[in-house]
């Protein structure tokens, strides 16, 4: 079944780590996306990436890092330089120019 | 940039009755996609309806359908007959060519009462 997968499920950080989030998409999308969520708010836009090796900040991406070396993979690097990183994170990809966005079921990060 | 309001931060309907939820949206594009997404409390996205710019008939998904109305930069839900499973929070969306991103609006939790 094609899909986009988001690992783990839950993750803890102690303050002063970086911890890096998993996205996978077996869907051939060209574009991923990288958004948080806080409790009770919409969705915010950290990074994303049009085409391999090519990526863009959103709104909010202080604190945050990513890389897209392979099609198939966006990975979200949360670092030490986030001040608050409490938050449940959510991948998606598109098929552009279809449009819909497919996500990930996402990841909750918490500082311990 | 372009930005997505939702005005409505919780609505509450009767079992099987309608029930809208409002969205605006601010931007000086003429071509773009409008979204509605359904969270419910597994988190997952759920695609509920669409609507492309420039159709002027308004998008319907079984007991989903939309008011879009270009001119005044809206887009409102509209649920008839609700179920106790369209309980959820509801976020409206802009997609933009220019920009190539997915723009969010701020959600509304929507209760629905047996």
């Known amino acids: 079944d094609g899909g986009i997968t988001q690992s783990p499920k839950y993750l803890f950080r102690k303050e002063g780590q970086n911890v890096t989030l998993s996205c996978e998409q077996n869907?051939?999308?060209?574009?991923m996306y990288w958004y948080r969520q806080d409790p009770g708010q919409g969705l915010r836009l950290i990074y994303y990436?049009?085409?391999?090796?090519?990526?863009q900040k959103g709104d909010i991406a202080e604190g945050y890092s990513v890389s897209r070396e392979k099609k198939e993979s966006f990975p979200l690097t949360v670092t030490s330089a986030q001040k608050n990183p409490t938050a449940f994170y959510l991948c998606?990809?598109?098929?552009?120019?279809?449009?819909?966005?497919?996500f990930g079921q996402g990841t909750r990060l918490t500082v311990v | 940039a372009q930005t997505v309001t939702q005005s409505q931060p919780e609505m509450s309907v009767q079992e099987a009755e309608t029930v809208t939820l409002s969205c605006t949206y601010d931007?000086?594009?003429?071509?773009?996609?409008l979204f509605w997404y359904k969270q419910p409390p597994s988190r997952q996205m759920i695609l509920v309806i669409r609507q492309e710019a420039y159709k002027q008939q308004n998008a319907t998904e079984n007991r989903f359908s939309v008011n879009f109305q270009k001119a005044a930069k809206s887009f409102s839900l509209k649920i008839s007959d609700s179920q106790l499973g369209d309980a959820a929070m509801y976020f409206c969306?802009?997609?933009?060519?220019?920009?190539?991103?997915?723009?969010f609006g701020g959600g509304t939790r929507l209760m629905v009462k047996p």
């Open positions: 869907l051939n999308h060209d574009a």
């Open positions: 969306a802009y997609w933009g060519n220019a920009g190539n991103m997915l723009t």
């Open positions: 990436s049009q085409i391999v090796n090519d990526f």
């Open positions: 931007t000086s594009e003429s071509d773009y996609y």
């Open positions: 998606a990809s598109v098929d552009s120019p279809n449009t819909e966005a497919f």
